[in-house]
Each structure stands twice: as structure tokens, then as C-alpha cells.
């Protein structure tokens, strides 16, 4: 069953824009000029009840907006959602009570306070009878290792530790539907693989059905079978996690090993990017189009005993994703 349904959704945010100096802003007191900014275009998915997917997508390309109307946050300029059977933007109780947002640059809590009395704030928002609130709130601390430190001050608390109460609060109503905007945002290592830990605990514990974004690859490729990938604001890949390397790696590598020790580096610079050289054998990175031809090249000029085509690995395209979209160039 579907638990999420996105069809034909889009966004388009009007951005009032103001000339430079004085004059400006007094013409733009009288007239106002908006420029448009479509942030998601025309995007459809659907989540299975259950389901852990990533989604993935360099800075701007669309994914916090996404997540703020699945959430109900923002109104789509058009297109369709049902979310756990309700239509998002209506907010009412009964969907908020099966859902949550979790944003890692975001918090919740209060600073001064102990998270202990924020959850209970909660508890009373979702109406959560007193003895569900203690029995989710005890193995809640559990799972998330927070023993002893929901009665400190959120501000004592280290940035991991506070993640991981905000984390709490935003799971005390036992929601369904998790939506995750970069919840390991700025955490040390040990930090983001806990929270991972958990995050792969609860969806199985709970069945919950869990949409997340994550600059961390590692969280990703963890976490997710399945990724949406989005690309100035257009999804343009819904599938494995696998099969993101065939669709958009744009190159191969291909290890050669030879016969002769290596004296003219620069020789061999004609056949790609070299990677590694390691001994009589060389790495390199081959573009994809390229490959038929410079491996056919490779067996006439060299001595070669061994070769080796391999995809690179899957980290190395989602960093590539992230870093500018660049892969995102030549989908089949
Ligand atoms: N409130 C807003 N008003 C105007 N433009 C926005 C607003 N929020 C996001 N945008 C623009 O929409 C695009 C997508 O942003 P966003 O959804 O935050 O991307 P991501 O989360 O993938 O980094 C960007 O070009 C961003 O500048
Ligand atoms: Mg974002």
C-alpha cells in the first residue's frame, strides 16, 4: 500500500526583487516587482507503507520544499499528495498525528530547559495519555541512549545528544511517516552513526515509513535501498540505490596491469584521467563514451596482462550529486 503519493507536484516561489540604493526601494515601495523561482517541477512518487527511501539532490535542487508540502508547511502551486490517506496542506489533527518533520538545522526544544519538560508540552499537543507517554518516553531513551540527560538543560547537552532529543520529541506521537531534512546535519561521526542506528531501529520496530535527505552519504547508503533523485528540481532518477551507477556514472575505471614497469607517466595519459598507479599497474578514469575505443587502444600500444573495467563506487556519484550535479548529465 502506498503511503505517500506525489503526482504532477510543483512549486513556484514569487521573489520580490528590489533595484540597488535609495531610488530603489522607493520604487519599489510603489511597485512592487516579483521574479519567479520554480523550485520543484512536476514531480511524481510513491512511497510504500514501510519503506526507507533517500533522497538525494545538490543544494537548491528542490528538496526541503518538497518535504514542506508533504508536510502541509507550503501549498503546492499544483499537482496532488496523499500522505498516510490525507491531503497534507489541510493539516488537520488526524495528520499530524501520523506524521512528523524532522529538520536537522532546525530545533524545537527549548534551550534553557530540560527536554523533559518540552516532551511533556508535546505529549499534552498530541494528547498522549500519561502512562503511553512514560512507556514511549522509556523506550525511547533507550534506543536513543539519552539516559540521564533529558533532565539537563538542552544547551548541556552536547550537539549529537541534542539531536537525538529533538529526534525524541518529534517521535513521541509514534507517527507513521517520517520526513527527514539532513537530521545528521553537523554531527561528528560517532554521532551520525548512531543516530543511523536508530533511525534503522524505528523503522523496523514501527514499520514507520521514512522519506530522508542527508549530505552524509554514509547515511544514504546505510540506510536506503531506493533514492529519488532530484536535479533542479526535476526528478530525474527513482530507483536502487545500484542502479544509480549505471544510470549516471559518466565514466568507468579501467585498471590495466603490465607487463613492463612504469618509466613515461605521461605516455599513458592519452588512455584517461590517471588515478592510481600502483607498481606495474595503472588506474584510470575513462569516460563512458570513451570506453569501447580507449580499452581497445589499451590492448594494441601496451603490454597488458590484466584489465579491469569497474563502476565507481556508489559514493563516490552521490558525493558528485552534492557537490554539482554534474552526473546528472547524461542519464540514458
Ligand atoms: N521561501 C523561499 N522563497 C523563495 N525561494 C525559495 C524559498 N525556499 C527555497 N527557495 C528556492 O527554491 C529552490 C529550492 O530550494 P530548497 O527546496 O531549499 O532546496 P534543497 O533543500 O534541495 O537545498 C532554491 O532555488 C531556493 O533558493
Ligand atoms: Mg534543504
Redesign the pocket.
Known amino acids: 500500500m502506498a503511503m505517500v503519493t506525489v503526482d504532477g507536484l510543483s512549486k513556484t ?1 514569487e ?1 520580490a526583487v528590489k533595484e540597488a540604493g535609495l531610488a530603489g526601494t522607493i520604487k519599489h515601495f510603489w511597485h512592487r516587482q516579483y521574479r519567479s ?1 520554480t ?1 520543484v517541477k512536476d514531480i511524481s512518487f510513491a512511497i510504500a507503507s514501510g519503506e526507507m527511501v533517500g533522497f538525494l ?1 545538490a ?8 518535504l514542506k508540502m508533504l508536510t502541509g508547511l507550503i501549498y503546492p502551486s499544483s499537482g496532488q499528495i496523499q500522505v498516510a490517506g490525507h491531503i497534507p496542506f489541510r493539516r488537520d489533527a488526524n495528520f499530524l498525528q501520523k506524521i512528523t518533520l524532522v529538520m536537522g538545522q532546525k530545533q524545537q526544544l527549548i534551550w534553557d530547559l530540560p527536554a523533559l519538560d518540552s516532551l511533556r508540552m508535546n505529549a499534552a499537543v498530541y494528547d498522549i495519555p500519561d502512562r503511553i507517554f512514560k512507556s514511549r518516553l522509556g523506550e525511547l531513551t533507550e534506543m536513543l541512549s539519552l539516559e540521564g540527560k533529558l533532565t539537563q538543560p538542552m544547551r548541556k547537552l552536547s550537539l549529537g545528544e541534542r539531536m537525538k532529543a529533538e529526534l525524541m520529541a518529534a517521535l513521541l506521537h509514534q507517527p507513521q511517516v517520517l520526513f527527514l531534512d539532513e537530521p545528521t546535519l553537523g554531527l561528528d561521526v560517532n554521532a551520525q552513526a548512531n543516530v543511523r542506528e536508530f533511525l534503522r531501529d524505528y523503522n523496523q520496530r514501527y514499520q514507520a515509513t521514512i522519506l530522508i535527505t542527508s549530505h552524509y552519504m554514509a547515511d544514504i547508503t546505510a540506510l536506503c535501498k531506493r533514492v529519488l533523485l532530484i536535479h533542479q528540481g526535476g526528478l530525474i532518477y527513482d530507483g536502487s540505490l545500484d542502479g544509480l551507477q549505471n544510470n549516471f556514472a559518466p565514466y568507468r575505471e579501467v585498471r590495466v596491469d603490465l607487463a613492463q614497469p612504469i618509466t613515461d607517466r605521461e605516455a599513458l595519459q592519452k588512455y584517461g584521467q590517471i588515478r592510481n598507479i600502483d607498481g606495474q599497474a595503472v588506474s584510470f578514469s575513462v569516460p563512458r563514451e570513451d570506453l569501447t575505443r580507449v580499452v581497445s587502444q589499451m590492448l594494441t600500444e601496451l603490454e597488458v596482462i590484466d584489465l579491469s573495467i569497474n563502476e565507481p563506487a556508489i559514493e563516490e556519484i552521490i558525493g558528485q550529486v552534492f557537490r554539482d550535479g554534474s552526473v546528472l548529465a547524461l542519464p540514458n
Not at 59 to 66: C, D, L, V
Open positions: 516561489y521573489i523561482v523550485a539532490g543544494n537548491g535542487a528542490g528538496k526541503t520544499t518538497t
